[in-house]
């Protein structure tokens, strides 16, 4: 009977959330047309207006549909973001779908690399410093952590480029793999790609090119979880089975890994999901500096020229990833932790 109500209860959690994900995603997409809609002007005006005549930009309104109601404009960006239409930018000759499709690769590989980056640090200081409370390993974690994620992303980038780029000569000062260099496409991943074609000179090549950026972005996160990490430990360390396993003769290591690490690490998967999509956001000034060829860089492109219609496209994209993103999570979570029910 117990199982029985336990499934229920789980079964309309996972319900619900898939629910709410809906009201959701129509708020952030209407957020992001009417963002981009209060812009003085039109679009065509604001990109094209010095190199077109009068008639020419009220002839480009009208076949982009800038001159309908505000209404229509927006069941046709709500009917396109559904569907995967997300307009054609003014200043690229490719559909903002193409956009994404060439660039969304680069920011995934940048932005996963970063994340492991920052659960490796995040994970490995804060569980030491949790086992070593207020020891000097502790206090220089704790600061580190403080200090790194204070720190704004793009001077770190600066920093890391003048030490480990120019002064060192370790690293590329940004970009990623090109021309004969670069294995055939197939992911867009060019780690993924240089183990498909079975090229590992491309492999560390392309890893090569990922460390500088990636180590950059996934530090700063990494202050996040250094200091979630060492709270749980220290509460798991608190707890009534560790100390039943203390009392039982369970060796140290034992209890440290079997039950307070083990335990420590639930909290912290709802938070790497939050921070993942967080990630992709981030990447758009470490690409900026690193000149990495990802979303960041098409969407500032985009807006130093004023393209709004590009910009609407790329923004729309990474809301619909972070819903997407904050869903699964709120589905792992509710299979993996039976305390979580409406």
Do not use: C
């Given at each position: 009977?117990?199982?029985?109500?336990?499934?229920?209860?789980?079964?309309?959690?996972?319900?619900?959330?898939?629910?709410?994900?809906?009201?959701?995603?129509?708020i952030l997409l209407t957020i992001v047309f009417l963002l981009l809609r209060v812009a003085p002007g039109d679009p065509i005006r604001a990109t094209l207006g010095d190199r077109l005549s009068s008639a020419e930009?009220?002839?480009?309104?009208?076949?982009?549909?800038?001159?309908?109601?505000?209404?229509?404009?927006?069941?046709?960006?709500?009917?396109?973001?559904?569907?995967?239409?997300?307009?054609?930018?003014?200043?690229?000759?490719?559909?903002?779908?193409?956009?994404?499709?060439?660039?969304?690769?680069?920011?995934?590989?940048?932005?996963?690399?970063?994340?492991?980056?920052?659960?490796?640090?995040?994970?490995?200081?804060?569980?030491?410093?949790?086992?070593?409370?207020?020891?000097?390993?502790?206090?220089?974690?704790?600061?580190?952590?403080?200090?790194?994620?204070?720190?704004?992303?793009?001077?770190?980038?600066?920093?890391?480029?003048?030490?480990?780029?120019?002064?060192?000569?370790?690293?590329?000062?940004?970009?990623?793999?090109?021309?004969?260099?670069?294995?055939?496409?197939?992911?867009?991943?060019?780690?993924?790609?240089?183990?498909?074609?079975?090229?590992?000179?491309?492999?560390?090549?392309?890893?090569?090119?990922?460390?500088?950026?990636?180590?950059?972005?996934?530090?700063?996160?990494?202050?996040?979880?250094?200091?979630?990490?060492?709270?749980?430990?220290?509460?798991?360390?608190?707890?009534?089975?560790?100390?039943?396993?203390?009392?039982?003769?369970?060796?140290?290591?034992?209890?440290?890994?079997?039950?307070?690490?083990?335990?420590?690490?639930?909290?912290?998967?709802?938070?790497?999901?939050?921070?993942?999509?967080?990630?992709?956001?981030?990447?758009?000034?470490?690409?900026?500096?690193?000149?990495?060829?990802?979303?960041?860089?098409?969407?500032?492109?985009?807006?130093?020229?004023?393209?709004?219609?590009?910009?609407?496209?790329?923004?729309?994209?990474?809301?619909?990833?972070?819903?997407?993103?904050?869903?699964?999570?709120?589905?792992?979570?509710?299979?993996?932790?039976?305390?979580?029910?409406?």
């Amino acid at each position: 009977m117990s199982a029985t109500k336990t499934s229920g209860s789980l079964r309309r959690y996972l319900l619900t959330r898939i629910a709410l994900t809906l009201p959701m995603l129509l708020i952030l997409l209407t957020i992001v047309f009417l963002l981009l809609r209060v812009a003085p002007g039109d679009p065509i005006r604001a990109t094209l207006g010095d190199r077109l005549s009068s008639a020419e930009i009220e002839a480009r309104s009208e076949a982009l549909g800038f001159n309908d109601p505000l209404i229509v404009q927006y069941g046709r960006y709500l009917g396109g973001a559904l569907t995967g239409d997300l307009g054609n930018p003014i200043t690229d000759r490719r559909t903002t779908a193409g956009v994404i499709r060439d660039t969304f690769p680069a920011t995934l590989e940048l932005t996963l690399f970063a994340m492991l980056v920052a659960i490796t640090v995040g994970v490995l200081i804060g569980a030491v410093s949790g086992r070593l409370r207020d020891t000097p390993f502790d206090v220089g974690g704790r600061l580190f952590g403080i200090v790194i994620y204070a720190a704004p992303i793009f001077w770190l980038g600066l920093l890391a480029q003048l030490v480990f780029s120019l002064r060192l000569g370790w690293f590329p000062t940004g970009s990623r793999m090109t021309g004969f260099d670069a294995p055939p496409r197939v992911t867009g991943l060019q780690t993924v790609d240089a183990v498909i074609a079975l090229d590992p000179s491309a492999l560390v090549t392309a890893v090569h090119h990922l460390i500088l950026p990636g180590t950059t972005l996934g530090l700063v996160i990494g202050g996040i979880f250094i200091r979630l990490v060492r709270v749980n430990m220290l509460q798991t360390l608190r707890s009534d089975y560790v100390e039943a396993a203390h009392a039982r003769g369970v060796g140290e290591r034992a209890v440290l890994f079997r039950h307070a690490f083990k335990n420590a690490l639930v909290p912290v998967v709802t938070i790497v999901g939050l921070q993942f999509a967080l990630l992709l956001g981030g990447a758009i000034l470490t690409e900026r500096v690193f000149s990495w060829p990802g979303m960041g860089t098409a969407i500032l492109r985009f807006l130093e020229a004023r393209d709004y219609v590009g910009v609407q496209g790329i923004v729309t994209f990474f809301a619909i990833v972070v819903v997407v993103i904050s869903l699964i999570i709120d589905l792992v979570n509710g299979l993996v932790d039976p305390r979580i029910r409406y």
